[in-house]
């Protein structure tokens, strides 16, 4: 029944209430008013994100938690609500078919059989800002760990090979000023990735590549990163991809790959196993992997000392030299 407390929360980031609360602390009246809440659901609501750890209240008023506060109020650059806004829209009601996703082996989302599901995504203004954004949220802990746990000084340039809205090469060029970098991605992202790398005063250092990484070369830069790219596509693709970047990458050249990899024995990573069901849900033919899997397909594919190294939580990334 985990998913009573899951979906409160995918409530409460979707009504504002932390964004609400950033302002300061409200009676549950206020919070009606403001929230839209009914009088007969706001006290059992509220109280809920009380038990929960997600709110506190004193003397009938309601404040944010301090984590609630830095990851859930909209108007704060650390926010990650932008993944639960995800969840809310789209992946709550997609996941309420996951037997039937485990017994067809088929996507549960609006992806055609064999399409790519971003352009189901990308159909709008709104979705596309919405999943870019989403992707923000699930990267930026692994972005921040990627910046200081990488050894960007022995190198000079770097390009996000399908950045979304840039969080990665925002925090590796926030940390490192000598770096120049930059994010490759399908030319519909451009808009939101300029904005993004704005909104941060980095548009003179980070550049936006746009094309399509299965039909057109990737850019070169000293090191190139995949996050959360080869667990969308199949083996085959996977491989293809790699390939891609090894050719685009200079002798010595480094390729990141970062995702919730999972754990070599398959036990332990419940959320990078939960990831591959997602994978199952949302596209045709694409799964996470472990670490032994993904060194072994880099080692195929020419790269070199190829390690694996814990970032944050379920996240690990893949290091292989040219
Ligand atoms: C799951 S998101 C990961 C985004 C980001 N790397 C992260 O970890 O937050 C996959 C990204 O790949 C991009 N993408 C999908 N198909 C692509 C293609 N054919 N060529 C270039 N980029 C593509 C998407 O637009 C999206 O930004």
Redesign the pocket.
């Known amino acids: 029944m985990g998913f009573w407390a899951s979906k409160a929360m995918l409530s409460a980031v979707e009504l504002g209430v932390f964004t609400q609360l950033a302002g300061g602390s409200r009676s549950r009246e206020q919070l009606e008013r403001a929230l839209g809440l009914h009088p007969r659901s706001s006290r059992d609501f509220l109280d809920t994100l009380v038990a929960l750890g997600a709110l506190e209240r004193d003397n009938g008023q309601y404040r944010n938690a301090p984590d609630a506060d830095l990851f859930f109020d909209r108007a704060k650059p650390s926010y990650v609500g932008g993944l639960l806004e995800m969840m809310e829209t789209r992946l709550y009601a997609d996941w309420g078919s996951l037997t039937d996703a485990l017994r067809t082996g088929l996507p549960q989302n609006r992806t055609k059989d064999g399409a ?1 599901p ?1 352009d189901e ?2 159909r709008n203004e709104a979705s596309l800002r919405s ?2 954004q989403a ?2 949220g ?2 930026l802990g ?2 921040r760990a990627i910046a200081t746990k990488f050894p960007w000084e022995n190198y000079r340039s770097f390009i ?6 840039g ?2 090469p925002v925090q590796i060029a926030q940390a490192h000023p000598h770096l120049r970098g930059g994010g ?3 030319p ?2 451009a808009p939101v990735f300029n904005d993004y790398v704005a909104a941060h005063g980095l548009q003179d250092r980070l550049r936006f590549h746009p ?6 070369p990737c850019p070169s830069a000293d090191v190139l ?5 080869l ?2 596509w199949d083996y085959d693709q996977k491989q293809a991809l790699l390939a891609k970047c090894y050719d685009a990458l200079p002798t010595g050249g480094c390729l990141i790959v ?1 995702d919730a990899i999972i754990d070599d024995e398959r036990r332990h990573n419940a959320f990078g196993l939960l990831m591959s069901l997602n994978m199952l849900i949302e596209t045709p033919g694409g799964f996470d992997y472990t670490g032994k899997e993904c060194c072994e397909w880099m080692t195929a594919a020419g790269f070199r000392d190829v390690r694996v190294e814990p970032l944050l939580g379920p996240d690990s990334m893949v290091i292989g030299i040219k």
């Open positions: 790519s971003f995504l990308y999943f870019l992707m923000t699930v990267s692994a972005a996000d090979i399908g950045a979304a809205q969080a990665c490759f991605d399908l519909v992202v094309g399509d990484f299965f039909n057109d990163i995949m996050g959360h790219i667990h969308d970062y």
